[in-house]
């Protein structure tokens, strides 16, 4: 056996473990059987946990290999700050629970064994038991270097990662108590002994300007510094376009087009031209043509790729892109030629796109807007503004009744329009909040929206039927489960929705959108139809969107940031220039799938970035205003408490025990608190009024106490 390469060592030792005489063995007793030498016994070891990795053995609570059972599942274990966590599955809707006595020691993202030790029931979910960890998930912490005589230790950020890390002396580099600090942990520890590693960088003092973002940026590893063989490569890219290419492009410079973005935009890489003929409405939407300057597997295309995505912090973007890319040649600037890839769509009185062409182009922008300089002509009807923009009024008007007849059609299909408050945090020289805003959707970010909406899927069904490989954006219908459970929660409220088939038709979730609108539970309900529907993707498939009622969704519009809207960009210009051979289709076949997976993972590491700095920001701001007064509306309802959400979007806990006038109970089929004796209840969407008692911009928490309810 000692002679055995790694894949005969695996041959063997996989036959033996599913010979049908097997019972489970220790790694000790598998090598005495197989007759190999203490010297190589690792190795041995290493081929175990190969195969253990690879599902194709298992390994038993004591540690044993066994044949796999398909009771044992492989998943990622999510902790909590209060001990216990959730295992996610791939391929499985719903997380199972491990109670803190069933972690196995289990940190934060690890990669886990476990078997089901309670089966789901009606408002449980399945409990499960860690057996094995398979694979640290954190290799890197970010947090607060402490230190303690000759060694240290760091406090973790992520609360969810539930030991500080001991750093000897000769690995403290220059850090002092303190400073934040990215850790490289050498040692994952036990049951006695705290994880071990190594300071690799110092982000700066905990209270200087930036670190705080920083720190979110460096513990969720957004790579936010281009490697020099970008840079290097980003000097050959021209400031202006190639006028000699512009013959094998259609030229739309002619046509009157504009950008609409918000004030702070840089990288413009959409712009609209509309027009109107014999009842007949002439749409252009013009996108960057950024696979131009960003070619496949050059070191920038590499790099994009491993980003995914921009990312949009309070007080900065990472951009996939370097500036001189997003911000200058492929940012379509006012008055400047470009290349784009325009789709131009013919769309009739009832909007059905009638006719539809896609090409390479070439644009000049004649004004780049704001939206709220269109909504001040479009809907306050400001004399100044328009003045101003009097040549471009009459195709804004336009523009507003083409995207209403878009918007009309969507409705008609089903299309679910949830329409929550974001919020724009205003932060001073420092870094320190001075105001949350609500930001609320207008007429002129709605029109966008519309137009792009008709951009993708136009896109998109136009490549299905092609057959070719492409990526689309997929949004699957909600598991059955969580809908006959909103159906059984709405109930309550006197509200129905049907289901057919164990199915639900989007209609019905836009149906219940609009008999809510204005209710006192609209909040409430709105919120709990979201959590019951499924995330939105990337895919090789064309499985449509569940919540926009589209058979056919892509993401074409966005290639400055997005990098899926690039890598299709590439497939159309392929496409257009004479088509993509079988050799170029067996390509794209062979990397679409990690594409499309690694950008909906990317994707969800910037959405959680910008929601965990925003509540950073949040908890920062309510720090100032501790003893105040607000009112809210009660946006959760738990076991341990109520959350409630201000109208600047903050959201804070009153904690059960807060609640001193009862012995309040929760009722988790109805969402509420209930007083024992009173017979006081809380329930979602109650408007109240708290004051705030605590902010925690560490733990990224707000805490509020009730003074007044019902009001």
């Not at 071990?196 to 003092?205: T, W």
Request: with cysteine.
């Amino acid at each position: 056996m000692d002679d055995y390469t790694f894949e005969k060592r695996k041959k063997v030792i996989n036959e033996l473990i599913h010979d049908k005489y097997y019972t489970p063995m220790k790694g000790k007793e598998i090598a005495m059987l197989l007759n190999v030498s203490k010297e190589n016994r690792n190795d041995l070891y290493k081929v175990l946990d190969a195969l253990v990795l690879e599902g194709k053995i298992g390994v038993t609570s004591k540690g044993k290999y066994c044949k796999n059972d398909k009771n044992i599942l492989t998943g990622i274990f999510q902790s909590t700050d209060r001990g216990f966590g959730f295992v996610t599955v791939e391929g499985e809707d719903e997380d199972i629970f491990i109670r803190e006595s069933d972690t196995c020691n289990a940190l934060h993202q690890d990669k886990v064994q476990l078997v089901i030790t309670c089966e789901k029931t009606e408002g449980r979910r399945r409990e499960g038991r860690i057996i094995r960890i398979l694979e640290h998930g954190m290799n890197q912490i970010v947090g607060i270097f402490r230190k303690n005589g000759a060694y240290g230790f760091v406090i973790p950020d992520n609360r969810k990662f539930s030991k500080d890390i001991f750093i000897p002396k000769d690995k403290i580099r220059s850090a002092v108590t303190g400073h934040k600090v990215v850790v490289k942990i050498n040692s994952f520890g036990d049951d006695t002994h705290n994880p071990e590693g190594e300071v690799i960088r110092i982000l700066g003092h905990v209270n200087d300007p930036g670190t705080d973002i920083l720190s979110v940026v460096e513990s969720y590893e957004i790579p936010y510094e281009y490697p020099e063989e970008v840079m290097k490569e980003i000097e050959k890219i021209p400031d202006e376009i190639d006028e000699t290419k512009l013959p094998l492009r259609t030229d739309y410079r002619m046509l009157q087009t504009v950008t609409i973005d918000g004030e702070d935009a840089k990288d413009l890489d959409d712009a609209i031209s509309l027009s109107k003929e014999n009842g007949i409405y002439h749409l252009g939407v013009h996108i960057a043509d950024v696979a131009e300057y960003v070619k496949e597997k050059s070191a920038l295309d590499k790099e994009a790729l491993n980003r995914g995505t921009s990312v949009y912090l309070v007080d900065r973007v990472i951009p996939m892109l370097p500036h001189k890319l997003s911000n200058g040649i492929c940012s379509l600037n006012q008055g400047v030629d470009r290349f784009a890839l325009s789709c131009m769509m013919d769309i009739d009185s009832t909007g059905k796109i009638i006719d539809h062409k896609i090409s390479e182009s070439v644009i000049n922008v004649d004004r780049r807007m704001s939206y709220t300089s269109v909504k001040k002509i479009l809907t306050d009807n400001d004399t100044d503004t328009i003045n101003e923009y009097k040549d471009f009024v009459p195709m804004f008007k336009l523009m507003e009744e083409l995207a209403t007849i878009l918007r009309k059609k969507r409705k008609q299909r089903g299309s679910i329009d949830f329409d929550f408050p974001e919020c724009k945090i205003v932060l001073d020289k420092a870094g320190r909040p001075l105001d949350i805003k609500p930001y609320e959707r207008n007429t002129a970010t709605k029109i966008i929206e519309d137009f792009m909406l008709a951009a993708n899927e136009t896109v998109a069904e136009d490549y299905f039927w092609q057959q070719i490989p492409f990526v689309y954006r997929t949004h699957d219908t909600p598991d059955k489960d969580k809908i006959n459970e909103l159906a059984a929660f709405i109930n309550n409220f006197g509200y129905s929705i049907k289901v057919s088939n164990d199915e639900i038709h989007p209609k019905e979730l836009q149906k219940l959108m609009e008999k809510i609108e204005g209710s006192e539970e609209e909040n409430l309900i709105s919120r709990l139809t979201l959590r019951a529907m499924k995330r939105a993707g990337y895919t090789v498939e064309c499985k449509g969107h569940f919540g926009l009622a589209a058979k056919y969704y892509t993401h074409f519009t966005s290639p400055i940031r997005r990098y899926p809207d690039l890598q299709i960009h590439r497939i159309i210009k392929e496409s257009l220039h004479g088509g993509i051979t079988d050799k170029r289709i067996k390509h794209y076949e062979n990397i679409l799938p990690d594409v499309t997976k690694h950008a909906s993972q990317t994707e969800r590491r910037a959405d959680d970035a910008e929601r965990e700095v925003d509540k950073m920001k949040k908890a920062e701001y309510m720090s100032l205003r501790i003893g105040k007064t607000f009112s809210g509306v009660i946006s959760g309802v738990t076991a341990w408490g109520l959350y409630v959400e201000l109208p600047n979007t903050v959201e804070g806990l009153v904690h059960v025990n807060e609640l001193t006038d009862d012995y309040y109970i929760f009722d988790q089929n109805s969402y509420e608190l209930y007083g024992e004796v009173t017979h006081k209840t809380y329930k979602l969407g109650m408007k109240v009024r708290v004051k705030c008692t605590g902010a925690s911009k560490v733990l990224r928490t707000v805490d509020f106490q009730i003074v007044e309810d019902d009001i």
